[in-house]
DNA sequence: TAGACTTCATAGATGGCGTCTATGAATGTG
DNA sequence: CACATTCATAGACGCCATCTATGAAGTCTA
């Protein structure tokens, strides 16, 4: 027979109160069921525990011993339970966060404070992605949590929280006929030839302004950062719909910015999986709340 | 529902195969009751522990932690069932030993010397009893193990080894009739005023000769002790049956020592109760091999 | 000293649950 | 493309943990 915890929890309450009935009371069994337990603890171990007359009963010199060595596995499980139990709410782990280039900058460092602020114990984990992966890990599980723009794919259950949304603007060349324009018109823009993310997903689509077209886009150039297609459009390859905050991010070297008009505004969002760990869920809670508060630190200017 | 070791044992396997049908062959158990077993760990825990794919399995971040908790709970109650074990054996504990006042006393000093290099973790208690309590504390549960003259009484079980026996001699006055004589027989005995123990009980009852006696015995004094015995003697309230060791260990100092005829020897015996813990066994055991090796320090003449 | 009460042990019944067998689904492999 | 491997699911079975009922023994009280 294999001694399991349940003798040892039903050896130290009758230890403790040194009474059969009482014992199987907090215990919350018959006493017969006690004693019985007892007795196949004993004989498992080989040893009397109680020296036990009808009328009282008291521990042996090695239950006395046995007491402690079953209180010290019982107070090692306890702790395991505990920090389980921590593990389970989020605030014992590690969390993998992804963001992609772009998305919330001005926030990132406010959230990330006020999370390690909380949850001490969680080991931030932080991945950069580019358009490459503009589901920021979720897709291949390499993170648990995203800071992304919408829209995502291949995510199954993800579970999104809006933070923030911002008009959508055309970047063009300096010497482009849209330059000096005060605003284009998503029609105006449907025709250029456009600098794209790589691949080919829903987010690429996303931002070809695939749902408003017939025909395909005329995609010139492919770029995984803002950097690259920043100077694919000055170079004049054609170009780019980009969030508007990128103005404000990357500066006007070539370039200029001109708001499209009658386009959806663009948003950022925090995303995990449903089945993600309970801290990715606690993280998201803490981006929606510290994006609302504060507007972050003001760059602007 | 409670987590108990069968859980942690389960867990620990697989976590260190990562292998579900291999872990369950190792534990003896079939595959679906293992992976049912998880499944109702990670449920009480609140936590996923392994990352499954139908084709293989991986701990998680947070299995990864919890297996060093389960490791640490399933050690310490190795760690107990090791010492219980130890228990059980007689190796780790407490003996509490009684020794009846001139019970081979030659042979204790060895005894005890060899008992503690055998069993270094075993603390020894040693409680000399006098004539009142001739069962040295068996029969009250004060003691484990004892080293008596028989025959005992009142103590249940008794499981009894003889280590040696000897004559028994008639101690008288220097002054009495008998004190010069090479021998007396019982039957010159039993008229006689006799020194005998306290109590009454069937130990008293062998030394007073009372299995030869029709009548009562002529009972004239009460002593506890031998050195109180001889002084009895000596004051001439009458003779003493007394083994024949006491002459050597007490002297001659006014009373002499006669060889009774016909009575059979006494003996010396280490007892322990049939349900005593198993060092009791152990003394015992080694209170013969000693005694029958060595006669112990020669301290006649 | 007798009766009542308390406490632990025993006996037998029952039902929950741990384990089993059988089978399915998914996926890497030759 | 068929096969092998691995984990999950479903349903059945049987052990055993627990229960109720009762007994035995000792303590306390009147």
Redesign the pocket.
């Given at each position: 027979?294999n001694v399991?915890l349940?003798h040892l929890r039903?050896f130290v309450a009758?230890a403790r109160t040194?009474?059969?009935?009482?014992?199987?009371e907090q215990l919350?069994?018959?006493?017969?069921?006690?004693?019985?337990?007892?007795?196949?603890l004993e004989t498992a171990l080989g040893i009397r525990l109680?020296a036990?007359?009808?009328?009282?009963?008291a521990l042996t010199q090695d239950g006395e011993r046995f007491l402690v060595e079953a209180q010290a596995v019982l107070d090692r499980f306890d702790a395991a339970m505990e920090q389980s139990s921590r593990m389970a709410s989020g605030e014992l782990g590690r969390l993998r966060v992804g963001y992609l280039i772009g998305a919330a900058v001005d926030h990132v460092p406010a959230i990330l404070r006020e999370f390690a602020d909380q949850y001490p114990d969680v080991a931030l984990e932080l991945t950069e992605y580019d358009f490459a992966s503009p589901n920021g890990g979720l897709d291949s599980g390499e993170t648990d949590v995203a800071l992304v723009r919408p829209p995502l794919d291949g995510v199954p259950d993800a579970v999104t929280t809006t933070l923030l949304s911002e008009r959508c603007v055309a970047c063009v060349s300096a010497l482009h006929p849209f330059a000096e324009l005060p605003r284009v018109t998503v029609a105006q823009v449907l025709p250029e030839p456009i600098v794209a993310a790589p691949g080919d997903n829903v987010w690429r689509d996303y931002w070809i302004l695939a749902s408003y077209r017939d025909t395909p886009a005329n995609i010139t150039h492919e770029a995984a950062t803002f950097e690259a297609e920043l100077q694919s459009v000055a170079i004049g390859r054609g170009l780019s719909v980009v969030p508007e905050s990128v103005a404000r991010l990357y500066g006007r070297q070539g370039v200029r910015y001109v708001p499209i008009e009658g386009m959806a505004d663009c948003e950022v969002a925090v995303v995990h999986r449903e089945d993600a760990p309970r801290s990715a869920a606690n993280f998201a809670r803490i981006a929606a709340r510290v994006t609302a508060e504060g507007s972050g630190p003001d760059v602007r200017g």
């Amino acid at each position: 027979m294999n001694v399991e915890l349940r003798h040892l929890r039903a050896f130290v309450a009758v230890a403790r109160t040194v009474n059969f009935t009482r014992a199987a009371e907090q215990l919350h069994i018959a006493q017969p069921s006690l004693s019985h337990t007892i007795r196949q603890l004993e004989t498992a171990l080989g040893i009397r525990l109680f020296a036990r007359t009808t009328r009282s009963t008291a521990l042996t010199q090695d239950g006395e011993r046995f007491l402690v060595e079953a209180q010290a596995v019982l107070d090692r499980f306890d702790a395991a339970m505990e920090q389980s139990s921590r593990m389970a709410s989020g605030e014992l782990g590690r969390l993998r966060v992804g963001y992609l280039i772009g998305a919330a900058v001005d926030h990132v460092p406010a959230i990330l404070r006020e999370f390690a602020d909380q949850y001490p114990d969680v080991a931030l984990e932080l991945t950069e992605y580019d358009f490459a992966s503009p589901n920021g890990g979720l897709d291949s599980g390499e993170t648990d949590v995203a800071l992304v723009r919408p829209p995502l794919d291949g995510v199954p259950d993800a579970v999104t929280t809006t933070l923030l949304s911002e008009r959508c603007v055309a970047c063009v060349s300096a010497l482009h006929p849209f330059a000096e324009l005060p605003r284009v018109t998503v029609a105006q823009v449907l025709p250029e030839p456009i600098v794209a993310a790589p691949g080919d997903n829903v987010w690429r689509d996303y931002w070809i302004l695939a749902s408003y077209r017939d025909t395909p886009a005329n995609i010139t150039h492919e770029a995984a950062t803002f950097e690259a297609e920043l100077q694919s459009v000055a170079i004049g390859r054609g170009l780019s719909v980009v969030p508007e905050s990128v103005a404000r991010l990357y500066g006007r070297q070539g370039v200029r910015y001109v708001p499209i008009e009658g386009m959806a505004d663009c948003e950022v969002a925090v995303v995990h999986r449903e089945d993600a760990p309970r801290s990715a869920a606690n993280f998201a809670r803490i981006a929606a709340r510290v994006t609302a508060e504060g507007s972050g630190p003001d760059v602007r200017g």
